[in-house]
């Protein structure tokens, strides 16, 4: 059974960075695609950003493109998301999402597994 684990979230003013970390157990990362999604009370989720199993293709939502970076590192069986310049609209909770030998699709259906979320909130 693949588990996800995100940690990383936080409390930061506008303008910081942060790195949220999915380690994977249960299944070799280098099989999967990683994608991160974003909620909100208010909002559903959200595509942000993703890296196909190979790793040949990184796509991001516009929102976050040239602030966040999506990485992996196969060796740790664990992804990342750098977000830098962040901004109050990008508070929500984080999830990411695998999809055995995936795409990196933007859409969250085609993800069969979840972490429980790391909160993120950016203050001004």
């Known amino acids: 059974q693949v588990q996800l684990v995100e940690s990383g979230g936080g409390l930061v003013q506008a303008g910081g960075s942060l790195r949220l970390s999915c380690a994977v157990s249960?299944?070799?990362?280098?099989?999967?695609?990683v994608a991160w999604f974003r909620e909100t009370p208010l909002k559903e989720r959200e595509f942000v950003a993703a890296?196909?199993?190979?790793?040949?293709?990184?796509p991001n939502d516009g929102s976050v493109r040239g602030r966040f970076t999506v990485s992996r590192d196969n060796g740790k069986n664990t992804a990342y998301l750098q977000m830098n310049s962040l901004k109050p609209e990008d508070t929500a909770l984080y999830y990411c999402?695998?999809?055995?030998?995936?795409?990196?699709?933007?859409?969250?259906?085609?993800?069969?597994?979840w972490g429980q979320g790391t909160q993120v909130t950016v203050v001004s």
């Open positions: 999402a695998a999809e055995w030998l995936g795409a990196a699709a933007t859409q969250a259906y085609k993800y069969d597994y």
């Open positions: 249960g299944g070799t990362l280098a099989n999967y695609a």
């Open positions: 890296v196909a199993w190979s790793a040949t293709s990184t």
